[in-house]
């Protein structure tokens, strides 16, 4: 289950990030020291910059609705740059420092030269892309999982990572994400794909919605229950926005019988887990 370590770096995250439709922030009283770590997660539904001090701890980051990725694939490559460039704009002005290195991620299993488009990005939004890590191994550098699953339901993938002995041993990734549940929910009540995003996202409005959302959880716990066989597997952790929506984990845990959670806040898990990644950089001032 969540850590303290855990739980206290996803609240910290979820009070320093900043939602890019939101007034910005004030710039920092003091300008942070030492080694800075970013992760550029170009998710299908949503991108996000994290930073991070030298202890892992989050500083700020920036995360906003955006469709330039489909199915964990950057199709919009100059709208992908430009967003970067924005958000990585403010949020230098708010610390009061350059950005230089960062780390980026991939769904498992998507061929080399596909992959390589979210580093082109990240070099073309002004940064040294420092390498690249699959989603679910990216989640669980801060999850820390020493043996299980890591399920990340991003906007158009699920991407599973088993866990044995703290190394991952297997990943996959199948088509079926939050960007799914939307088109389901704009069909089952004829509005706009906008419209369904934003309902999708209310919690207020989620119990109303599940009864229409249960099979689309269903399909992605086919998914795991498919990939996961053949191995021990003593819990699932889900990440990933989507793993957020009401009686996620439990839909899980019903249809494959494995003990299934979520962490707070699930959707800033994945971005910090890339910066995670990003060591050994020296972007001190």
Avoid at 49 to 69: K, S, W
Avoid at 73 to 99: H, P
């Amino acid at each position: 289950m969540q850590s303290p370590e855990l739980r206290e770096a996803l609240s910290r995250a979820s009070q320093v990030f900043h939602w890019a439709e939101d007034p910005e922030p004030p710039p920092f009283d003091q300008v942070p020291e030492g080694n800075l770590k970013v992760g550029v997660d170009l998710g299908t539904a949503y991108l996000t910059i994290a930073v991070l001090d030298d202890q892992n701890q989050p500083l700020t980051g920036e995360y906003q609705f955006a469709q330039v990725a489909r199915d964990g694939l950057v199709v919009d490559f100059v709208g992908a740059v430009d967003l970067v460039k924005i958000m990585k704009d403010r949020i230098e002005r708010r610390i009061g420092r350059e950005l230089t290195h960062a780390f980026s991620g991939y769904p498992p299993g998507v061929p080399r030269t596909e992959v390589q488009a979210s580093a082109h990005v990240v070099e073309a939004a002004g940064l040294i892309c420092s390498g690249l890590v699959d989603e679910p191994s990216a989640a669980n550098a801060l999850v820390g999982l020493e043996n299980g699953v890591i399920v990340d339901v991003g906007g158009g993938t699920t991407g599973i990572a088993v866990v044995e002995n703290g190394q991952v041993v297997y990943t996959a990734d199948e088509a079926t994400g939050g960007t799914h549940f939307s088109l389901v929910i704009a069909g089952a009540h004829d509005i706009p794909f906008e419209e369904a995003e934003r309902r999708k996202i209310d919690p207020d409005q989620q119990q109303v919605l599940f009864p229409v959302v249960k099979p689309v959880l269903e399909k992605v716990a086919s998914i795991v229950a498919r990939h996961v066989k053949g191995f021990q597997v003593p819990g699932i952790t889900l990440v990933g926005g989507t793993s957020a929506f009401y009686r996620a984990g439990e839909v899980i845990e019903e249809y494959t019988g494995i003990p299934a959670w979520v962490p707070d806040y699930p959707a800033l898990v994945t971005p910090i887990g890339m910066a995670m990644h990003n060591t050994n950089m020296d972007t001190s001032i």
